[in-house]
């Protein structure tokens, strides 16, 4: 499949079947991620798989967004790894950015493998942090739930096929 197709064939899933996730098809996911750039190297991922029946009960107790994803990826940060920027008279860290590169990479390698996938980001951060005792330094950036979509109320919704204009998105200067 050309990167064009792939990148049309996913879509967010918010209805998965009970089809478990492959092991070699999660540790291919988990692969991507780790390969995918950051910020001057700094790597201040930290990736947690909640797929056992306690993890899963857990995070779907704190937030509708874990769905019923079989293979919920929590990704985070160490905000104390990652790269602050300091020059430019623009103070910013990179952390959330990296965090976003890696889970692309790994939406896009789920989807290459036939899985489905959603990025959730509706969730209360502080409080999966604590329920997950997660230490100070980590930071959750977002959910990717990966799993096989249900086969009647798995497919994409309406907001899938709305995207703007080219025009409206991109300008030459
Ligand atoms: C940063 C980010 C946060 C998102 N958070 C949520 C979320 O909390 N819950 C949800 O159901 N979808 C969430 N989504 C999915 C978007 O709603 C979805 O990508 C968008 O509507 C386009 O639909 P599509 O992914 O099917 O093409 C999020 C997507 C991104 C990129």
Redesign the pocket.
């Known amino acids: 499949m050309s990167f064009i197709d792939l990148v049309k064939s996913?879509?967010?899933c918010?209805k998965f079947s009970d089809r478990a996730v492959e092991t070699e098809k999660l540790n291919a996911v988990l692969e991507a991620g780790r390969l995918a750039p950051t910020a001057m190297n700094h790597q201040p991922l930290k990736i947690f798989v909640l797929k056992s029946a306690e993890a899963l009960a857990k995070i779907r107790g704190i937030t509708r967004?874990a769905y019923n994803a079989p293979v919920v990826l929590m990704v985070c940060y160490d905000k104390d790894l990652c790269y602050r920027a300091l020059n430019y008279n623009d103070e910013h860290e990179c952390g959330d950015m990296d965090a976003?590169i890696v889970a692309t990479t790994m939406m896009m390698q789920a989807t290459e493998l036939g899985l489905n996938t959603?990025?959730?980001?509706?969730?209360n951060a502080v409080e999966i942090a604590r329920s997950f005792e997660l230490p100070e330094n980590l930071k959750v950036s977002?959910l990717l739930d990966v799993g096989y979509a249900d086969p009647i109320e798995g497919g994409?919704?309406p907001?899938?096929t709305?995207r703007k204009e080219m025009g409206e998105l991109v300008e030459e200067l």
């Open positions: 996913r879509y967010s918010r967004m976003s959603l990025w959730a980001r509706g969730f977002c994409p919704s907001r899938h709305v």
